[in-house]
Structure formats: structure tokens, C-alpha cells
């Protein structure tokens, strides 16, 4: 499962599609050397009494190729949804969907340390990027290509629209195959990129007290979706592979702007000489066109204060970072930052609240709302990702989509989302996608966490 979780903020804005130049790079010979990752788990299921197969995508990222049938992306994008959960099948979207355009991947190497990990991928011919061996200055245009989740949105309506003509119904199994396996047969190809500035290059780690390494700090947008993609510079070169974005506040300061962060690419370079992968050494340094190059001062001097306040904070923000890759819900609601975990004021009628703890024994507080289901396209999604769930808990035993939340008629109602360790109620395992309605007092077991139900 993924290493670290974080509340979830707002990203700054959606990556518009890229068009041929991209702010003065040309990316029309680069975008082909950028693919979509997909990892997904097979479940045996009956619907109407026959036997089906339901496949479920866990996580979509991006990745790029680093020598002939071979690509790079991050861990997080491939790592199972839960501690215990099976490793998921990965493929390469080469050129669609369906059956020969999957190109099966497989792990060369993998660095939880670094975050990265490089895939083969036989039969993808695709021409690999170069790899910039030397560092970027301040103020240096960079460009992020890759598969931003929003994408899917408008495909995710239109199937849903679809399944409700044919008469089936949410939360049942034959829903739940039919729209896993529309969506991903329709899954967006289209690359998007976005064009920002190098601010720094930090001496970090993606968790506190690990040692330090090369980490970049820069401007140009991600959202999820993008994880694993590559950072370029100028001259069409990785210098870096794009993680994950930071916004909000931490450690009781306010910050008033969005960063992204990328793994420097020497990191992965040591891997890639690990696994005996021989790339293109993009040799010598490479300066920014003068149109790119225009204004970034004025940039620079604003956000120089800011980055005084972020210095020696990354690690402390651990808590409040935003994974880039997109964690896919059986339903997907309407792409939105996830909801705080309770409105102030009083509770309504239909306000219900779950309160425990985690597995480790911290306090939890989840509030269950026509307001917060109006916000939320009709479902609470509870789980361990910030990106996938509405509610997000920090518990290794919680799958990163692990269960739905929904009212009727003021009543609540769970529902399980063929989480690794099964939803509970009253000591009683519920079965996949069949929600069962709740009672005041009711227990609600999500891994090792315990939850009970009260009137707000």
C-alpha cells in the first residue's frame, strides 16, 4: 500500500491539454514516450447466479519510458491497497484498453525510500526520454506531462448515465462489474501537460527521519493522476519525477500557495544502474528560451518569503501531503477536494456522527450528512487514501477505499467495498457492495479501527 497518508487539500486548478508546444517546448515528439499505468485486482463474483469476473482498478498513474521496453513511475502508483492485500495486475495502456493494446509490466526495481520504481514492459516500442544529468538553477522553466485523473470525469458521467438506461442499480455486483468494465475500456489517453519554475532543490526525505535526497520543488501543476510522470526541462530532458503536491497549512502556518514536489531524477538514475537498465544520458546543461524565460523574477520575488517559511518544514508536512496518483472508487463522485470531517454547529435530523479509534488508539470523528452527501455526488467514501476517500483514516489494516457511507430517508446505511479486511458491524462481516442500514449504538469495525454510531 502506499507508504504515507495525508488529509487531502485543494489542488490549485486542473492541467489544461497539452497543445503541440507547450510555452516553448515542443512536446510533440515527447508525449508518445509517456504512457497511463493501470493497476488492478481480478475478484470472482456471481451476478444473477452466474459466475463473472469483476475487475477493479486500484490505481492509475503515469510513467515513462526509460529504454526500449522499459519504463519508470513511482511505488505508490504500483504498490497493493492495503497492508496485506495481493499485489495488483500492471499494464501499459499502449495505445487503448482492450486486449492487445495492454502490454503486461512487471518490477526490475523498486525503492521505498525513493518512492520509485522501474517496470519492464515487453513489446512497448515506444522511443525512451533522456535523462538530464546535470541540476536545473532557480527560476528554470519545467514542464510536468502526464494523465491527471480529471480526464475521466465526463467518461465517468456518461457511464454512469448509461448503466441507469439500462435499468441497473448502484451498489449492486452487476453494477459494479458493468461500470469497471466500461471505465476501463473508456479511460482517457489524452496527455495533458503544464508548464511552471524550478524554486529549489531540497535535501529531504518523503517521510521524517529517513535519510536525505535530492527532492524538487516546483511550479508546474499536478493533480492525480500524474504521479510517476516526468518533470522536463527546456530542452525535452527528465530532471525529475513528478510525487506529490503540498498546500494548506502545517505547523501552524498558513501557506498561501500550492507546491509540487518531484524526485530528483539522480534517484532514479541509481536505480536504473541497479538494474542494469542502460539509458539516454542527456549530457551538458540547457538553457531556457527567452520567451519562457520572461517574468519569472517577478514569480521568484513573490513566492521568496514562502519559501523561507517552507524551509525545514517538508518532512512535518508528511501529514498534509497529497499523493499524485488517482485511486479510482467503484463510483466515482464528482472530483473534489475531501470534505473536512465535520460541518461546525449543531447537527440536523439527518446528521449522524462515528466515533472511535484507530488502530493505534487515536481518536476518530466522522460526520455523515445530507450536506456533506450533497457535496459529495450521494456517497461518503471512507478509506486510508486521501485522493480515493472523502474520509480519510491513517491505519495500515483500512484499504484505500474500504467503505461507503449513505443516508436514506435520514437513515444511514454501510457498505462495503471488497475491502481487504472486511467491514463489521456488530461483530458481523458484511459482504461486498450490499450496504446494510445502521442503528444508533451499531459498531462499525474498518480494520482495526472501531467506530460507534450516534445522533449528531
Not at 165 to 179: E, I, N, P
Not at 290 to 310: D, E, F, I, P, W
Request: aromatic share 4%; glycine share 12%.
Amino acid at each position: 500500500m502506499i507508504r504515507f497518508i495525508f488529509a487531502a487539500v485543494l489542488v490549485a486548478g486542473l492541467a489544461p491539454i497539452a497543445p503541440a508546444r507547450a510555452d516553448g517546448l515542443d512536446i510533440s515528439g515527447i508525449e508518445a514516450s509517456v504512457v497511463r499505468l493501470i493497476a488492478s485486482v481480478e475478484t470472482e463474483v456471481l451476478v444473477g447466479g452466474n459466475r463473472s469476473t469483476l475487475t477493479s482498478v486500484t490505481s492509475l498513474g503515469s510513467g515513462f519510458v526509460v529504454a526500449p521496453g522499459v519504463i519508470a513511475t513511482n511505488l505508490h502508483v504500483i504498490a497493493p491497497s492495503a497492508k496485506g492485500a495481493r499485489q495488483p495486475d500492471l499494464w501499459v495502456a499502449d495505445g487503448g484498453t482492450a486486449g492487445p493494446h495492454r502490454r503486461p509490466a512487471t518490477v526490475l526495481w523498486a525503492d521505498p525510500h525513493y518512492d520509485l520504481a522501474v517496470l519492464s514492459v515487453p513489446g512497448l516500442t515506444r522511443k525512451p526520454l533522456p535523462l538530464a544529468e546535470t541540476g536545473l538553477a532557480k527560476g528554470a522553466p519545467v514542464w510536468a506531462l502526464g494523465f491527471p485523473g480529471a480526464a475521466d470525469e465526463p467518461i465517468t458521467a456518461q457511464v454512469e448515465q448509461g448503466l441507469a438506461a439500462r435499468g441497473l442499480k448502484a451498489g449492486t455486483l452487476d453494477y459494479a462489474v458493468a461500470f469497471e468494465t466500461e471505465m476501463l475500456a473508456r479511460l482517457s489517453l489524452e496527455i495533458s501537460a503544464t508548464v511552471g519554475n524550478l524554486e529549489r532543490t531540497l535535501s529531504a526525505s518523503w517521510s521524517g527521519g529517513d535519510p536525505p535526497f535530492p527532492i524538487l520543488q516546483h511550479r508546474a501543476t499536478i493533480s492525480p493522476g500524474n504521479s510517476g510522470g516526468p518533470l522536463l526541462d527546456s530542452c525535452g530532458r527528465v530532471v525529475g519525477i513528478n510525487t506529490f503536491g503540498v498546500g494548506g497549512s502545517a505547523g501552524g502556518v498558513e501557506l498561501v500557495a500550492t507546491y509540487y514536489y518531484a524526485s530528483d531524477v539522480a534517484n532514479l538514475i541509481r536505480g536504473l544502474q541497479a538494474a542494469s537498465v542502460r539509458f539516454d544520458r542527456g549530457a551538458g546543461t540547457c538553457a531556457p528560451s527567452a520567451g519562457v524565460s520572461a517574468g519569472l523574477s517577478m514569480t521568484m520575488a513573490a513566492g521568496a518569503v514562502l519559501l523561507l517559511v517552507m524551509a525545514g518544514v517538508v518532512w512535518r508536512m508528511r501529514g498534509r501531503m497529497v499523493t499524485r496518483s488517482q485511486l479510482v472508487r467503484d463510483f466515482p463522485s464528482p472530483a473534489a477536494a475531501p470534505a473536512a470531517p465535520h460541518f461546525p454547529g449543531p447537527g440536523g435530523p439527518d446528521e449522524w456522527r462515528l466515533r472511535g479509534t484507530d488502530g493505534s488508539g487515536r481518536p476518530l470523528s466522522l460526520t455523515l450528512s445530507a450536506r456533506r452527501l450533497a457535496a459529495t455526488g450521494g456517497n461518503l467514501v471512507v478509506g486510508s487514501s486521501a485522493e480515493l476517500a472523502d474520509d480519510v483514516i491513517a491505519d495500515d489494516t483500512v484499504s484505500r477505499r474500504h467503505a461507503r457511507l449513505t443516508l436514506a430517508g435520514g437513515r444511514p446505511a454501510i457498505e462495503d467495498l471488497n475491502a481487504t479486511n472486511r467491514v463489521r458491524v456488530n461483530g458481523e462481516d458484511l459482504c461486498p457492495f450490499q450496504p446494510r442500514q445502521l442503528r444508533a449504538g451499531d459498531e462499525i469495525r474498518l480494520g482495526q479501527s472501531v467506530l460507534t454510531l450516534e445522533r449528531a
